[in-house]
């Protein structure tokens, strides 16, 4: 019976040393805010640069959002760390705005990934005199939203064209 428990004790002590290792963070996928905005990020290569599709719940204008390309880099991390990221959306077809998101991917204990991120957004404006009021600063925080493999986020995006007019 000892010699039992030395094994147990033995594999849940390599088990431990190699989990964190095993914990990396993919940026690949498709991951949901707590605005339940959707971002799918769809090729990643070596360098590090990324591109993907950003659908938003919340407009400047109250419209109807398009899908919207975004591109970004993420920072090789380094041993045992978990990867800093940056990435662009323009916001296509609805608005006059862009908006730079950074921030960095977490793995807990239990293998949840966490995207979380700072964002800047830049509204047009029609003159220097209103400038004051055309950046917007916030934070999202985005889990993975586990899916079958494949693009996802154009069958999850509502059609803008089926929409009629607006009812209050």
């Known amino acids: 019976m000892e010699r039992g428990t030395f094994i147990l004790v033995l594999t849940l002590a390599v088990a431990a040393h190699v989990a964190p290792a095993e914990r990396k963070c993919r940026l690949i996928g498709l991951w949901r805010n707590e605005q339940d905005s959707l971002m799918e990020i769809s090729a990643l290569r070596d360098n590090g640069d990324f591109q993907g ?27 045992g760390g978990w ?3 940056a990435f662009t959306v323009r916001w296509d077809k609805f608005s006059n705005a862009t908006t730079a998101f950074a ?3 977490f793995v807990d204990s239990g293998g949840k990934e966490t995207l979380t991120t700072m964002w800047l957004l830049r509204e047009a404006v029609g003159s220097l005199k209103e400038d004051w009021k055309a950046t917007r600063v916030g934070r999202n925080v ?9 693009k996802i986020l154009p069958s999850l995006s509502p059609s803008c064209e089926d929409v009629s007019s607006p009812t209050p």
Do not use: D, M, N, W
Request: charged content about 20%; aromatic content about 8%.
């Open 53 to 79: 599709k950003y659908l938003t719940r919340v407009t400047l204008s109250g419209g109807c959002a398009h899908i919207s390309p975004l591109k970004g880099i993420q920072q090789q991390p380094g041993e």
């Open 103 to 105: 921030g960095q991917c």
């Open 83 to 85: 990867p800093t990221f």
């Open 142 to 150: 985005f889990i993975r939203k586990r899916t079958t493999k494949g």
